[in-house]
């Protein structure tokens, strides 16, 4: 994982199009392609990102730019979509590389636990005609929760959290990222499951081709959720 911290400005081409000015940022590049942009403040989001499979270019400024005081441009480019994250740095603040290792997973706390376990058990409430080939099926970069046989062909990934945000959608999107490309598996489809998920995670869920489940656990155990229904 390589920090940066840096005078820069970031523009976002693509999908959609966004413009960062000049600002001292930190920039992580990381190991898997992703390079992230964060402010000091806002939490953990970051202020824009570009995720894997992506490539990341290092190119001498234009003479217009260097007139600037650009020093230095960084072009992220998404292998698949051909969106682009070109970063203008003015004056780098500090730089530094580190080896992180092979990370051994989130520890799911027991909730979460108990949905995945309940949900392998109950795989009807993702899609009729379903079945399951694996609990925690894995990847070069961790296990997937769920890995089900989709009756109309292929397979379906299903990240099961108890509650969904951003991250969760990121970390689906690489997992199909990765399944992808084996044949046995493909088509290979999405499915983000918790009993609440974050209006922002639902439109990149959306965004990202992926359909979010909620679930009811305490209807998954059999015990009455005291929800009013209809019926």
Not at 8 to 20: E, F, I, K, P, Q
Not at 178 to 185: A, F, I, N, S, T
């Amino acid at each position: 994982m390589r920090l940066v911290i840096a005078r820069c400005s970031v523009d976002y081409t693509g999908r959609l199009n966004a413009h960062l000015p000049l600002a001292t940022r930190l920039l992580v590049h990381k190991g898997d392609g992703s390079l992230l942009v964060h402010s000091d403040g806002g939490s953990y989001k970051p202020l824009n990102w570009m995720s894997p499979p992506c490539s990341l270019v290092s190119e001498e400024p234009e003479s217009d730019e260097a007139d600037a005081g650009v020093v230095e441009v960084w072009k992220v480019t998404h292998k698949k979509t051909g969106d682009a994250l070109r970063v203008q740095l003015y004056e780098i603040l500090h730089d530094s590389s580190h080896e992180l290792g092979v990370d051994p997973g989130l520890v799911k706390d027991g909730v979460e636990a108990d949905l995945q376990r309940l949900l392998a058990e109950q795989v009807e409430l993702i899609a009729d005609g379903v079945s399951l080939v694996r609990r925690e099926f894995p990847t070069a970069i961790g296990p997937v929760d769920l890995l089900l046989r989709d009756p109309a062909g292929g397979t379906i990934a299903v990240e099961v959290k108890r509650r969904g945000d951003i991250d969760g959608v990121e970390q689906l999107t690489r997992y199909l990222e990765l399944l992808g490309r084996d044949p046995h598996l493909a088509p290979v489809t999405g499915v983000f499951a918790a009993q609440e998920i974050k209006p922002q995670a639902k439109v990149l869920a959306g965004d990202r081709g992926i359909r979010c489940v909620t679930l009811d656990y305490d209807a998954m155990k059999g015990v009455a959720s005291g929800v009013p229904t209809l019926f």
